[in-house]
Nanobody, 118 residues
Framework: QVQLVESGGGLVQPGGSLRLSCAASGRIFGVNTMGWYRQVPGKQRELVASFSSGGRTNYADFVKGRFTISRDDAKNTVYLQMNSLLPEDTAVYYC????????????WGQGTQVTVSS
């Protein structure tokens, strides 16, 4: 059984920064992709950024230049450094693990609230 535990959300002023962390435990395959999605009420969950075990990163256009995804494979942990936050970044952020090669198994964290407001 795979579990994802997120931390680091909270309230921040516009222009501020937050760092999200997600630690995975259980049977993690060497081939995987870890990433972050976000969701606001009434909208679909959307990809923010992902980082494959092969070293490939992918960012949504709306975060390019502001957010950075990184991972520590020794700790099975993925991070999302969020800078220059905007009110429209307010959402619940979910950690995702695509475990194994295609077709991989999908796992989700419980979500962490990020609120950007003055």
């Amino acid at each position: 059984q795979v579990q994802l535990v997120e931390s680091g959300g909270g309230l921040v002023q516009p222009g501020g920064s937050l760092r999200l962390s997600c630690a995975a435990s259980g049977r993690i395959f060497g081939v995987n992709t870890m990433g972050w999605y976000r969701q606001v009420p009434g909208k679909q969950r959307e990809l923010v950024a992902s980082f494959s075990s092969g070293g490939r990163t992918n960012y949504a256009d709306f975060v390019k230049g502001r957010f950075t995804i990184s991972r520590d494979d020794a700790k099975n942990t993925v991070y999302l450094q969020m800078n220059s936050l905007l009110p429209e970044d307010t959402a619940v952020y979910y950690c995702n693990l695509k475990n194994g090669p295609w077709p991989s198994s999908d796992y989700w964290g419980q979500g962490t609230q990020v609120t950007v407001s003055s």
